[in-house]
Nanobody, 116 residues
């Protein structure tokens, strides 16, 4: 059974840091590109960061220099380190795992709220 489970969200003040973790099971994690997405209230889902099987990373311009995506193939986890959080980072954050055409999997999402 494929599962992606996010953890580490919460309510923080502007300027704070959070680390989100995506724990994977049920598929060969090391063969999949991992991504983090977010969806703010009233907005569409947007891609925040991605990391390929070779460790190549990409970021949305809005988070470059503040967020870092990583993967740990042995632990089967992906993390999103978020620093200097801003109110506009408030959203539901999702991780996904993709290896087309074999599979595209999604987590259930976790809330991050940045507010003073």
């Amino acid at each position: 059974q494929v599962q992606l489970v996010e953890s580490g969200g919460g309510l923080v003040q502007p300027g704070a840091s959070l680390t989100l973790t995506c724990a994977a099971s049920g598929f060969t994690f090391s063969d999949y590109t991992m991504r983090w997405h977010r969806q703010a209230p009233g907005k569409g889902r947007e891609l925040v960061a991605s990391i390929t099987v070779d460790g190549i990373t990409k970021y949305d311009d809005s988070v470059k220099g503040r967020f870092t995506i990583s993967r740990h193939n042995t632990l089967k986890t992906s993390t999103l380190q978020m620093n200097d959080l801003k109110p506009e980072d408030t959203a539901l954050y999702y991780c996904s795992a993709e290896r087309l055409p074999f599979g595209l999997y999604w987590g259930q999402g976790i809330q991050v709220t940045v507010s003073s």
